[in-house]
């Protein structure tokens, strides 16, 4: 079974910070997609940031310029690079990968961002 653990989140203040990290059971090769998708309360979950075929990436308007979403293969890792952050921003990110038309989802890792 793929699992996917995410780490990297906290409490930055408007304008900082963060890297999130998503470690995968599975050999990224096998992988047929990788995201980063965040949900806050009372709001849907949305996509940020995707690699998919190609090795091309997807952003949501909201984050471009801003996010970028990367991968290690030697260690199996996806990252989201978050640099200034603003309050909107605030949610439960979530890593997620697709293997052979199955969809996985890691547990989430809380991002703040004070203003």
């Known amino acids: 079974q793929v699992q996917l653990v995410e780490s990297g989140g906290g409490l930055v203040q408007a304008g900082g910070s963060l890297r999130l990290s998503c470690a995968i059971s599975e050999s990224i090769f096998s992988i047929n997609s990788m995201g980063w998708y965040r949900q806050a309360p009372g709001k849907q979950r949305e996509l940020v940031a995707a690699?998919?075929?190609?090795?091309?990436?997807n952003y949501a308007d909201s984050v471009k310029g801003r996010f970028t979403i990367s991968r290690d293969n030697a260690k199996n890792t996806v990252y989201l690079q978050m640099n200034s952050l603003k309050p909107e921003d605030t949610a439960v990110y979530y890593c997620?990968?697709?293997?052979?038309?199955?969809?996985?989802w890691g547990q989430g890792t809380q991002v703040t961002v004070s203003s």
């Open positions: 997620n990968v697709v293997r052979y038309w199955i969809n996985y």
């Open positions: 690699i998919i075929s190609g090795d091309s990436t």
